[in-house]
């Protein structure tokens, strides 16, 4: 079975401050690995996606993470966060089946 | 126009009542799923159904039924509401064979039992 786990629970953060939210996944197979943003009142979005191929991708507003396969990571980080990136972030993995399991999410808020 | 629909967006409703909750995507996905999303912001995927087939229905009270008239529409029938049935719940979809699962959600409905 797979499985998320997301360590940061809450993150406060300032503007111009730089983000790192990790993501650790438990999957024996191939894996797709997913990072959704779910801003305040709102459904959740997909912010970037690993399928195969260069590990580091980026994503939508600066957005990027590094899938880390010894690690079995896929870390999501932002060089300079703005008070809009107040959102909860959530990471996901699929296997062959293509079910999605989510993180527990974690919730960033940035001041301005 | 919207790719995934539901409705209604807010539904308060006393214990023990029966209530439905509809889903429709337009993006000619394969399958379709139901979230709950409790206070917490914690998610927690109830069903999936591929070509109107059930695959998954994760260890969710019988109360609740999903029902899937076409492969474009998942409706969510719950049954003699709890109060702790209270939470957001989504609708999404996706197409398997194409983006590996990525999935595409409604904006959620918000349900309150009192």
């Known amino acids: 079975a797979q499985s998320v786990s997301q360590h940061n629970h809450h993150v406060i953060l300032s503007e111009a401050a730089s983000l790192e939210l990790g993501c650790n996944y438990s999957?024996?197979?191939?894996?797709?690995l997913f990072w959704y943003v779910q801003y305040p009142g709102q459904h959740l979005q997909l912010l970037l996606k690993?399928?195969?191929?260069?590990?580091l991708v980026k994503g939508i507003k600066g957005f990027e993470a590094e899938f880390i396969k010894s690690k079995f990571s896929f870390n999501l980080r932002k060089p300079s966060v703005q008070w809009s990136d107040t959102a909860e972030y959530f990471c996901?993995?699929?296997?062959?089946?293509?079910?999605?399991?989510f993180g527990r999410g974690t919730s960033l808020i940035v001041h301005p | 126009d919207t790719a995934v629909s539901q409705t209604p967006k807010y539904l308060v409703t006393q214990m023990g009542n029966d209530k439905s909750i509809k889903c429709e995507q337009n993006?000619?996905?394969?399958?379709m799923y139901w979230y709950k999303q409790d206070s917490k912001k914690f998610l927690k995927i109830m069903f999936s159904?591929?070509?109107?087939?059930?695959?998954i229905n994760e260890t969710v009270p019988n109360r609740f039924s999903p029902k899937s008239p076409d492969k474009a529409h998942l409706n969510l029938h719950i049954n003699s509401l709890e109060l702790g049935d209270s939470a957001v719940y989504f609708c999404?979809?996706?197409?398997?064979?194409?983006?590996?699962?990525?999935?595409?959600f409604g904006p959620g409905t918000r349900l309150l039992v009192l």
């Open positions: 999404a979809s996706s197409q398997v064979d194409r983006g590996q699962g990525t999935q595409y």
């Open positions: 999957y024996g197979g191939t894996v797709n």
């Open positions: 690993y399928f195969s191929g260069d590990p």
């Open positions: 996901a993995v699929s296997g062959g089946s293509y079910i999605p399991t």
């Open positions: 993006l000619g996905h394969d399958t």
């Open positions: 159904y591929n070509n109107k087939e059930l695959i």
